[in-house]
Protein backbone atom coordinates (compact mmCIF):
# COMPACT_ATOMS: atom_id res chain seq x y z
CA UNK A 1 0.00 0.00 0.00
CA UNK A 2 1.46 3.43 -0.93
CA UNK A 3 0.68 6.70 0.88
CA UNK A 4 0.84 9.69 -0.99
CA UNK A 5 3.46 12.37 -0.85
CA UNK A 6 0.69 14.65 1.32
CA UNK A 7 0.02 12.02 3.55
CA UNK A 8 3.62 11.42 4.48
CA UNK A 9 4.36 15.33 4.72
CA UNK A 10 1.15 15.48 6.91
CA UNK A 11 2.18 12.46 8.94
CA UNK A 12 5.63 13.93 9.45
CA UNK A 13 4.19 17.37 10.11
CA UNK A 14 1.76 15.63 13.14
CA UNK A 15 4.98 14.10 14.60
CA UNK A 16 6.82 17.19 14.30
CA UNK A 17 4.49 18.93 15.80
CA UNK A 18 3.26 16.66 18.58
CA UNK A 19 7.13 16.51 19.30
CA UNK A 20 7.68 19.89 20.04
CA UNK A 21 4.48 20.41 22.23
CA UNK A 22 6.02 17.29 24.61
CA UNK A 23 9.31 19.11 24.55
CA UNK A 24 7.73 22.26 25.87
CA UNK A 25 5.35 21.38 28.01
CA UNK A 26 5.07 17.75 28.20
CA UNK A 27 2.04 15.58 27.34
CA UNK A 28 0.22 17.51 30.52
CA UNK A 29 -0.60 14.38 32.33
CA UNK A 30 -0.71 14.04 35.83
CA UNK A 31 1.19 15.91 38.68
CA UNK A 32 4.92 15.29 39.73
CA UNK A 33 5.21 13.69 42.81
CA UNK A 34 5.70 15.07 45.99
CA UNK A 35 9.04 14.57 47.94
CA UNK A 36 6.75 12.78 50.70
CA UNK A 37 4.95 10.26 47.97
CA UNK A 38 7.84 9.74 46.87
CA UNK A 39 9.29 8.60 50.20
CA UNK A 40 6.35 6.66 50.60
CA UNK A 41 7.57 4.11 48.38
CA UNK A 42 11.21 4.31 48.81
CA UNK A 43 11.45 1.38 50.24
CA UNK A 44 13.47 -0.54 49.05
CA UNK A 45 15.53 -3.23 50.90
CA UNK A 46 18.83 -4.69 49.96
CA UNK A 47 19.75 -8.49 50.32
CA UNK A 48 22.64 -7.37 53.58
CA UNK A 49 19.08 -5.43 54.98
CA UNK A 50 20.03 -1.80 53.95
CA UNK A 51 16.57 -0.18 54.21
CA UNK A 52 15.29 -2.61 56.65
CA UNK A 53 12.97 -0.22 58.80
CA UNK A 54 12.48 -0.30 62.88
CA UNK A 55 10.21 -3.26 63.14
CA UNK A 56 10.04 -6.80 65.18
CA UNK A 57 7.77 -9.84 64.74
CA UNK A 58 7.44 -13.29 65.75
CA UNK A 59 6.37 -16.47 64.08
CA UNK A 60 3.24 -16.55 66.02
CA UNK A 61 2.52 -13.16 65.51
CA UNK A 62 2.83 -13.83 61.87
CA UNK A 63 0.74 -17.04 61.64
CA UNK A 64 -2.67 -14.20 63.24
CA UNK A 65 -1.63 -12.15 60.11
CA UNK A 66 -1.10 -14.63 57.78
CA UNK A 67 -4.55 -16.53 58.91
CA UNK A 68 -6.43 -12.98 57.78
CA UNK A 69 -4.49 -11.60 55.00
CA UNK A 70 -2.92 -14.09 53.00
CA UNK A 71 -4.35 -17.58 53.74
CA UNK A 72 -7.55 -17.20 51.36
CA UNK A 73 -4.96 -17.27 48.28
CA UNK A 74 -2.40 -19.12 49.75
CA UNK A 75 -3.65 -21.93 51.52
CA UNK A 76 -3.68 -22.04 55.70
CA UNK A 77 -0.15 -23.25 55.85
CA UNK A 78 1.45 -21.75 52.80
CA UNK A 79 0.41 -24.65 50.64
CA UNK A 80 -1.34 -22.83 47.58
CA UNK A 81 -4.96 -22.05 46.85
CA UNK A 82 -5.34 -19.45 44.51
CA UNK A 83 -1.85 -17.90 44.71
CA UNK A 84 2.13 -19.89 44.82
CA UNK A 85 2.60 -22.10 47.32
CA UNK A 86 4.89 -20.63 49.65
CA UNK A 87 6.66 -23.43 51.99
CA UNK A 88 7.56 -26.87 51.06
CA UNK A 89 9.60 -27.72 47.94
CA UNK A 90 13.12 -28.61 50.04
CA UNK A 91 15.46 -30.85 47.90
CA UNK A 92 13.15 -30.73 44.68
CA UNK A 93 15.01 -28.26 42.31
CA UNK A 94 17.06 -31.03 41.19
CA UNK A 95 14.03 -33.26 39.95
CA UNK A 96 11.42 -33.17 37.34
CA UNK A 97 9.45 -31.38 39.61
CA UNK A 98 10.42 -28.69 40.92
CA UNK A 99 8.73 -26.34 43.60
CA UNK A 100 10.01 -23.34 43.86
CA UNK A 101 9.14 -21.80 47.19
CA UNK A 102 10.50 -19.35 50.10
CA UNK A 103 12.34 -21.95 51.53
CA UNK A 104 13.22 -24.13 48.25
CA UNK A 105 14.11 -21.50 45.71
CA UNK A 106 14.31 -18.08 47.40
CA UNK A 107 18.49 -16.81 48.09
CA UNK A 108 18.05 -13.76 50.85
CA UNK A 109 15.48 -13.79 53.77
CA UNK A 110 15.60 -9.88 53.29
CA UNK A 111 13.90 -10.17 50.04
CA UNK A 112 10.92 -12.03 51.92
CA UNK A 113 10.59 -8.88 53.86
CA UNK A 114 11.00 -6.68 50.96
CA UNK A 115 8.05 -8.43 48.80
CA UNK A 116 5.80 -8.55 51.55
CA UNK A 117 6.11 -5.19 52.79
CA UNK A 118 5.85 -3.85 48.89
CA UNK A 119 3.36 -5.77 47.28
CA UNK A 120 0.85 -7.72 49.71
CA UNK A 121 -1.58 -8.18 50.27
CA UNK A 122 -2.68 -8.64 46.73
CA UNK A 123 -6.07 -6.83 46.66
CA UNK A 124 -4.44 -4.26 49.58
CA UNK A 125 -0.67 -3.81 48.30
CA UNK A 126 2.05 -1.64 50.59
CA UNK A 127 -0.90 -1.83 53.60
CA UNK A 128 1.20 -3.62 56.50
CA UNK A 129 2.64 -2.23 59.11
CA UNK A 130 6.40 -2.57 59.40
CA UNK A 131 5.47 -5.20 62.34
CA UNK A 132 3.51 -6.80 60.28
CA UNK A 133 5.48 -7.52 57.44
CA UNK A 134 8.40 -8.35 60.18
CA UNK A 135 6.20 -10.99 61.39
CA UNK A 136 4.53 -12.59 58.61
CA UNK A 137 8.45 -13.13 57.34
CA UNK A 138 9.10 -14.91 60.50
CA UNK A 139 6.00 -16.91 59.93
CA UNK A 140 6.88 -17.55 56.80
CA UNK A 141 10.80 -18.31 57.31
CA UNK A 142 9.18 -20.29 60.48
CA UNK A 143 6.68 -23.00 58.21
CA UNK A 144 10.06 -23.20 55.87
CA UNK A 145 11.59 -24.70 58.67
CA UNK A 146 14.34 -21.81 58.41
CA UNK A 147 13.95 -20.48 62.05
CA UNK A 148 12.27 -21.30 65.35
CA UNK A 149 9.11 -20.82 66.74
CA UNK A 150 9.99 -18.62 69.37
CA UNK A 151 12.94 -16.66 67.10
CA UNK A 152 12.26 -12.93 66.87
CA UNK A 153 12.55 -10.98 63.35
CA UNK A 154 13.77 -7.35 62.95
CA UNK A 155 16.24 -5.02 61.06
CA UNK A 156 19.48 -6.72 62.98
CA UNK A 157 18.78 -10.93 62.85
CA UNK A 158 16.95 -10.73 59.49
CA UNK A 159 19.96 -10.09 57.96
CA UNK A 160 21.78 -12.86 59.38
CA UNK A 161 19.61 -15.41 58.33
CA UNK A 162 21.09 -17.69 55.71
CA UNK A 163 18.75 -19.13 53.54
CA UNK A 164 19.31 -22.73 52.23
CA UNK A 165 19.55 -22.12 48.87
CA UNK A 166 21.99 -19.16 49.08
CA UNK A 167 24.61 -21.11 47.82
CA UNK A 168 23.21 -22.31 44.10
CA UNK A 169 22.60 -18.67 42.94
CA UNK A 170 25.47 -17.99 40.61
CA UNK A 171 25.82 -14.07 39.73
CA UNK A 172 26.98 -13.19 36.39
CA UNK A 173 27.88 -9.21 37.31
CA UNK A 174 30.43 -7.85 39.41
CA UNK A 175 29.24 -7.31 43.48
CA UNK A 176 30.03 -4.17 44.92
CA UNK A 177 32.58 -4.91 47.60
Known amino acids: MCMSRSRIAAACAAVAWISAAVAQE ?3 LGVAATPEEIAGWDISVAPD ?3 LPQGSGTPSAGAAVFAVKCAACHGPQGEGLLNDRLAGGQGSLTSDRAVKTIGSYWPYATTIFDYVRRA ?3 VQPH ?3 NDEAYALT ?3 LHINGI ?3 NDVIDARTLPAIEMPNLENFVWDYPLAE
Open 26 to 28: GPN
Open 49 to 51: GDG
Open 120 to 122: MPY
Open 127 to 129: SLT
Open 138 to 140: AHL
Open 147 to 149: IGP
